[in-house]
């Protein structure tokens, strides 16, 4: 089906009754005959790849030839001598002492150290009784201190580019490593290869920066970056790295390939941040490639998060203050046939602590043993200028055209500044996405996860994955490319992947066909999640519909008026906007929305009336709803998930007996540590699964109830309280006028299945609803009001349990340097790691 363009601008700026009509009477697309399912895999797929590894061999295929290109690598023949790269000279002897001198003379850093030493001199209790020239030895003395304490952090900080021949050596290894873990190997799109390198002559000329801005799923990304560089002949870039890597062996062979050391977090430490934005200061005025995940961390879901904005907001200052001109962002997406750590983000996502990276454990991973994890895809987008992208930024923003901010109203406009680096940051996710390239494995688990079946034949599974390829390419999306390979045989390569994520029955013959279910739903979901970003819209506007839908009746009665359905969507995208990144144009949720009707109409999910009532076609209900249900079984996860994490707010009702000392305790409000509610949160959120009434137990992940809690401190349901230097942990409460209520005396509370003193009535409880009209309907769970009673007689026991850990009353939640903190209550402290409620 040909995709019809996006909305006119100027047809979004009339009334929705106009737009309803235009999207109601417009032709459809026609239905081209390629399109029907069961077409070939490689149809419309993105241009051929080059595999980066393909001309790798292993000693034990041939040893002659593997110590032949070993040899080959140490003296440095054709690319392998990384002698013509384009990019700032680096791999010199006496490269880091250069770098470290450049970076400890930088203006700002002197600055901040001589501000920071006038600022302890003073302090001083003696600084009134010390004579000038006493006060200036002492400043002098603490300038100097702190002038060594910099030259110590800065050794541990910058990368040590010293020599070529490690770095061909190395690339060598890591090549061999992931040309037997990713048995498929490293791909490339050589079109984009050639705009990147067409960009990095550019960038050169003029003494700028690459900029690369990958997304980040894996350890693997660290090195897949620095190959790619060195295999093309671009100046491998300096690279952000945690320093929870900095470990023996690993960490100085990291640090010599470019790696930059940093704390994960610095909180109010001044130094360490003049110290930091010195670095990239000099890095960024030299002209050095740089490179730093936008994300952060390693997404555990699979999908993008939210942007972090630290390391952003020092490129940023940079070309904003005018310290370098200009740099080029250049927006990464790295997509794996299977991640080598999912099956350990499981685990953290289920509550599990974060285990410490050693090099045993990460190369004994049984992921890495198998040797056969597919392939990695890396593909960049159009590198752009970060000033130019600034500069429209201040068009877009301006209140009046004839003034247009200029980059010094936005040095001195706090509020303006955040605004344009929050648009940088959504802006490199967006281009990622756009960038991104669907996997087999996520075809495969994307298809198995919204199935409403138990299992999917063959021929079936078949049939979906080709219907599925081709609603990504009308989103705008972009399949994997696997040359000639058919889908049959392109599916059979991705189970084979997947192992036994995928259960299989049949395949003795016992059944008609063989037959393929999910056999981990959860860790299959890590892979669904990677084609959320397409089809979001879609399925928020699904949903919506299925609020009415799942009331029952006739079709006549499952019409959903225009208004209504816009409504809910617009609260639904509100709730769920930490959690997604939504496509970028003029317009933002309501051109996301009519986009989504007309694509939705063009595919003959729904037909519109003349009244203006949206229903589902009688197409779509003649074909079983299978692309409708396809939409909604993508978000009902996270539809459960925001449920569930506004449900358990309830464990945090006070009682009487948290404050026997107050008369009036109904208007006390309960402080607890984030992490001990998000502990308990989850246990109960197990509880509920087991018990029947949540339906995915992807919901009670720690990430998305940890995005859950930050919409509901944004809409002021929570307040969250956290230290100012970081150090002491974060506390959470019920802002007062969301506090339930109890009931006074225990009949009517027995008058439901479970005893709960907590009232079913309230702002939290209609929240609660709201967002429980929106899930999938369950076998035990027609009516949403029983569910949500049940729940709560759990979350009152969670609170009870909660409340022997830790409590407080806000009055006394008063820490000495001016922070808001509980006092924690150690009576009857202890774990509930293993517990049970």
């Given amino acids: 089906m040909a995709r019809r363009n996006h909305l006119d601008v100027d047809l979004l700026r009339q009334d929705d009754s106009a737009i309803l009509e235009y999207i109601r009477t417009g032709p459809l697309p026609e239905v081209r005959s390629e399109d029907e399912p069961g077409s070939p895999y490689p149809l419309e797929t993105e241009p051929p790849t080059r595999n980066l590894t393909s001309d790798f061999t292993h000693f034990r295929d041939d040893p002659y030839t593997f110590l032949r290109d070993i040899g080959k690598h140490l003296v440095g023949t054709t690319y392998r001598s990384y002698e013509n790269y384009v990019g700032r000279d680096i791999l010199y002897a006496g490269f880091t002492e250069e770098m470290k001198a450049r970076v400890l003379r930088n203006e700002l850093l002197r600055k901040r150290i001589a501000s920071l030493a006038d600022r302890s001199v003073k302090e001083s209790p003696i600084w009134s009784r010390m004579s000038r020239l006493e006060q200036e030895d002492r400043r002098q003395q603490v300038v100097e201190w702190l002038e060594a304490v910099t030259s110590r952090l800065a050794d541990g900080m910058i990368c040590k580019f010293e020599s070529k021949k490690f770095l061909r050596l190395a690339y060598y290894i ?83 390939l470019g790696a930059m050391w940093m704390r994960r977090s610095f909180g109010d430490d001044q130094l360490y941040s003049a110290l930091i934005q010195a670095y990239i200061d000099t890095l960024l005025a030299g002209g050095y490639n740089f490179e730093c995940f936008i994300e952060g961390g390693r997404s555990r879901l699979g999908k993008l998060l939210p942007p972090k904005f630290g390391i952003l907001k020092f490129i940023f200052d940079t070309v904003l203050s005018g310290r370098t001109e200009d740099c080029w962002i250049v927006p990464v997406s790295t997509q794996y046939d299977r991640v080598i750590e999912a099956e350990s983000y499981i685990n953290e996502l289920l509550g599990s602590e974060k285990k410490k990276e050693t090099l045993r454990g990460f190369f004994n991973a049984r992921e890495v043993l198998s040797l056969k ?26 209140p009046d055209p004839l003034r247009v901010p200029t980059f010094v109203d936005a040095l001195v406009n706090a509020d303006l ?101 999910a056999e981990d739903r959860f860790q299959l979901s890590f892979y669904r999640n990677m084609v959320m970003h397409l089809f979001v819209s879609d399925a928020i506007v699904a949903v919506a519909m299925y609020t009415k839908i799942k009331q029952g009746g006739g079709p006549s009665m499952q019409r959903v008026p225009v208004k209504y359905l816009f409504d809910q969507c617009v609260w639904l995208s509100k709730l769920l906007a930490g959690e997604f990144v939504y496509i970028q144009q003029p317009g933002g949720i309501r051109a996301n929305f009519w986009e989504s009707i007309q694509l939705l109409r063009d595919q003959g999910v729904i037909s519109i009336s003349e009244d203006g009532c949206v229903e589902l076609s009688g197409e779509e209900r003649s074909r079983g709803r299978e692309f409708f249900d396809f939409y909604c079984f993508l978000l009902w996860p996270f539809c459960d998930g925001y449920w569930f994490a506004a449900a358990s707010l309830f464990a945090l009702t006070p009682m009487a007996s948290d ?40 919901a009670v992940n720690k990430e998305v109830l940890r995005s859950a809690f930050k919409e509901f401190e944004a809409e002021g349901i929570i307040v969250v309280r956290r230290s100012k230097s970081g150090r002491l942990p974060a506390t959470m409460s019920l802002s007062p006028e969301w506090l339930p209520r109890r009931y006074d005396d225990d009949a009517k509370a027995r008058s439901f299945s479970r005893a709960s003193r907590i009232r079913p009535e309230g702002p939290l409880w209609d929240y609660v609803e709201h967002i429980s009209i929106f899930r999938r309907e369950g076998k035990n769970r027609r009516d949403s009001a029983s569910v949500s009673m049940r729940v709560l007689a759990l979350a009152d026991d969670a609170g009870r349990k909660l409340k022997q850990r830790r409590v407080q009353t806000v009055e006394d939640a008063k820490h000495p340097e001016g922070d808001a903190l509980v006092k924690v209550s150690r009576a009857t402290r202890g774990r509930i790691g293993g517990s049970k409620l």
């Fill in 373 to 398: 994890m597919g392939r990695v895809d890396v593909r960049f987008h159009d590198p752009w200028s970060l000033r130019g992208f600034i500069s429209a930024q201040l068009e877009k923003l301006a």
């Fill in 659 to 698: 404050f026997p000392d107050e008369t009036d305790s109904v208007n006390e409000t309960l402080w607890v540590e984030v992490k001990e509610f998000l502990e308990v949160a989850q246990i109960l959120g197990k509880t509920v699964y087991a018990q029947g009434d949540l339906s995915y137990f992807e």
């Fill in 174 to 256: 890591v090549m061999q490593i992931l040309g037997r873990t990713y048995n498929q190997g490293l791909h490339v799109n050589a079109e984009e290869i050639a705009k990147l390198k067409e960009i990095a002559v550019i960038a050169a000329k003029k003494n700028q920066s690459l900029i690369f801005l990958p997304c980040h799923r894996s350890h693997i990304d660290y090195v897949c970056m620095q190959a790619i560089c060195f295999r093309v002949g671009i100046s491998v870039p300096t690279v952000v790295a945690g320093d929870n890597l900095n470990m023996a062996v690993i960490g100085p062979a990291l640090n010599h």
């Fill in 417 to 517: 500044r955040t605004r344009i680096l929050r648009s940088l940051g959504y802006q490199v996710l967006s281009d990622i996405n756009k960038a991104s390239v669907v996997m087999p494995t996520a075809l495969i688990g994307t298809v198995l996860l919204t199935l409403r079946g138990r299992g999917v034949g063959h021929s079936e599974l078949i049939r979906r994955v080709d219907w599925l390829c081709i609603r990504i390419r009308e989103r705008g999306g972009r399949v994997a490319d696997f040359g000639k390979l058919t889908t049959v045989q392109v599916v059979d390569r991705g189970l084979e992947v997947l192992g036994n994520l995928v259960g299989s029955s049949g395949g003795d013959g016992t059944l008609l066909e063989k037959t393929f279910y």
